[in-house]
Structures are given as structure tokens and as C-alpha cells.
């Protein structure tokens, strides 16, 4: 699986929209990025995932840049429930295969008033 | 729908002992994958199962192992414990038909059961 790049830390304002980057530079065709984050001791929370093109859902939308190298979880309206650790991921989506998912260190969000 | 519920959520042993931690996957999820997290290491993958048979294998020595029930339940077990083993122990469930439609590998994960070994 491709690695992944993103900052340590982030600030937000609550309220305002969190823009989360992440740098995949080496990225092939048939992998997708994958989001997921983690509220202190928790376990982690699927976010979004996509492959090419922009997604968006309940939660957050995904904006992969054409080349693909790089991609940003936008949290439209952040609260201060979405404080926590984002992870990027890029991965391999398997044919009934095995998989498993990489973890780098994240991107600590701190939403705050 | 229920999600995934790992049973222990805390659990205290002691160093040489073992111990054994379980996972119900969501209801329909056919794989289950377990992970390590620690301060230190951050989240690492231990192994997964499908279809009662372990298809991928993190890392980690032979005192770490696991199984998967006919019903997708797994369980996985630390034999002989280290210090070092004191974790959160995650375990993340996912639909996984063959063909790999995009999403059905998606991996949801569980609370989490927090081992502390003294």
C-alpha cells in the first residue's frame, strides 16, 4: 500500500470547516484512500473512502486532486465532537483477498470554541 | 444494526499468564481483522480472518493467535504475557464478497478491549 503523508496537528475553529490534507504521492491506479478517525481511546471511525472521484457523505466530504497524489477530508461544519486523530489510508481494495490497513500517526484535529 | 462488540472491555492480568479476547463482528461480516494499539507502536496489525481460516498475518510473535467461528465470531489469545503486550486490542469486522465490489471491504471497528498486564 502507497504511504501517506499529513500534518501532526490542526486547528478549527468550531463551526467553521476543517480541511484535512494528505500527500499520496505514490499511489497506483487500483488503490482507494480511505479516512478514518479516533476519538480519544476509542475505536476507530470509518469516515469516507473513494478512488478517483469526489465523495461526500453524512459526515465529511473527499476531494482527490486529479493526479491523485493528494486528497482533503473537509469536515464542513466542525464541532467540538470531532475533535480526534485523522487517518489517512491508502490501500488496495482486495478481490476476497486479505487486507489489513495501515496506520500512520494521523493528524490530531483540535476543534475549539 | 449493531456494531461490532469486543468483549472484555478491561481487562488486568498478570505477567506469564494468558488471556483470551473476543469480537462479535456486525451482523453479516464475514471477515474480522484485529490490531494493536499501543503509545508507542501505534496501531499495527495482528491478523485476519475469513471464512474461519486466517488469510493475512501481521508482525507479531507466535503467542499472539486467533480464530474465527462458523458464525464470524473470532477470538484471539496472548499466551504467556509481557509487559509490552499492555494495549488496546481492537478488532474491525467487513462485508468482503468476492469481487471486491468498492465499499464492502470497508472495516468497522469495535470499542476496543484495554489490557493491562502487570
Known amino acids: 500500500d502507497a504511504k501517506t503523508t499529513q500534518p501532526t496537528s490542526m486547528d478549527c475553529a468550531e463551526g467553521r470547516a476543517a480541511n484535512l490534507p494528505c500527500n499520496h504521492s505514490t499511489i497506483s491506479g487500483n488503490e482507494y484512500v480511505y479516512w478514518y478517525r479516533q476519538i480519544h481511546s476509542q475505536g476507530p471511525q470509518y469516515i469516507i473512502h473513494g478512488l478517483k472521484n469526489n465523495e461526500t457523505n453524512e459526515m465529511a466530504s473527499l476531494i482527490i486532486t486529479e493526479d491523485r497524489k493528494s486528497s482533503t477530508l473537509i469536515l464542513p461544519h466542525a464541532t467540538l465532537r470531532d475533535t480526534a486523530v485523522y487517518y489517512c489510508?491508502?490501500?488496495?481494495?482486495?478481490?476476497?483477498?486479505?487486507?489489513?490497513?495501515?496506520f500512520g500517526t494521523g493528524t490530531r484535529l483540535q476543534v475549539t470554541l | 444494526k449493531a456494531g461490532v462488540t469486543q468483549t472484555p472491555r478491561y481487562l488486568i492480568k498478570t505477567r506469564g499468564q494468558q488471556v483470551t479476547l473476543s469480537c462479535s463482528p456486525i451482523?453479516?461480516?464475514?471477515?474480522v481483522s484485529w490490531y494493536q494499539q499501543t503509545p508507542g507502536q501505534g496501531l499495527q496489525f495482528l491478523f485476519e480472518y475469513f471464512s474461519e481460516t486466517q488469510r493475512n498475518k501481521g508482525n507479531f510473535p507466535g503467542r499472539f493467535s486467533g480464530r474465527q467461528f462458523s458464525n464470524s465470531r473470532s477470538e484471539m489469545n496472548v499466551s504467556t504475557l509481557e509487559l509490552g503486550d499492555s494495549a488496546l486490542y481492537l478488532c474491525?469486522?467487513?462485508?468482503?464478497?468476492?469481487?471486491?465490489?468498492?465499499?464492502?471491504?470497508?472495516?468497522?471497528f469495535g470499542p476496543g478491549t484495554r489490557l493491562t498486564v502487570l
Open positions: 474491525a469486522s467487513s462485508l468482503k464478497i468476492a469481487g471486491g465490489v468498492s465499499g464492502t471491504d470497508t472495516q468497522y
Open positions: 451482523s453479516g461480516h464475514r471477515s
Open positions: 489510508i491508502v490501500r488496495d481494495q482486495p478481490t476476497g483477498t486479505a487486507s489489513k490497513l495501515t
